[in-house]
């Protein structure tokens, strides 16, 4: 399984919405999830975006599908960006130039 940040800010109807009933927030994560990506986190932001949502998904178009049911429906528009666990990052960063961490008594340097 993949990790996904998205970013959403709402449109006017969908401002509208959410005024007149908070917990719809609620209902949509539960209709993300039976389209197969879990949603980790949630926060409500003060600036460009509205809310950012941690998302789980098994691949790229698994989470574009929610991408698109959702902004099919004109209350919000995404931007969804895939996220690389920061240990996972490093570990391929030091597999590919051959250096390897000296704590664990692995070899360092060029190869």
Do not use: C
């Amino acid at each position: 399984m993949s990790l996904y940040v998205m970013l959403s800010t709402l449109s006017e109807s969908g401002r509208k919405v959410l005024r007149n009933r908070p917990g719809w927030i609620r209902k949509v994560n539960r209709e993300v999830e039976t389209m197969g990506v879990k949603v980790h986190a949630q926060y409500a932001l003060l600036g460009p975006y509205d809310f950012l949502t941690v998302l789980e998904a098994p691949d790229n178009e698994t989470v574009s599908r929610v991408s698109i049911e959702l902004g099919a429906r004109g209350s919000v528009q995404m931007m969804t960006l895939a996220a690389i666990p920061l240990e996972q990052f490093i570990a391929r960063l030091e597999r590919g130039s051959g250096r390897r961490d000296t704590r664990k008594g692995k070899k360092t340097g060029p190869p």
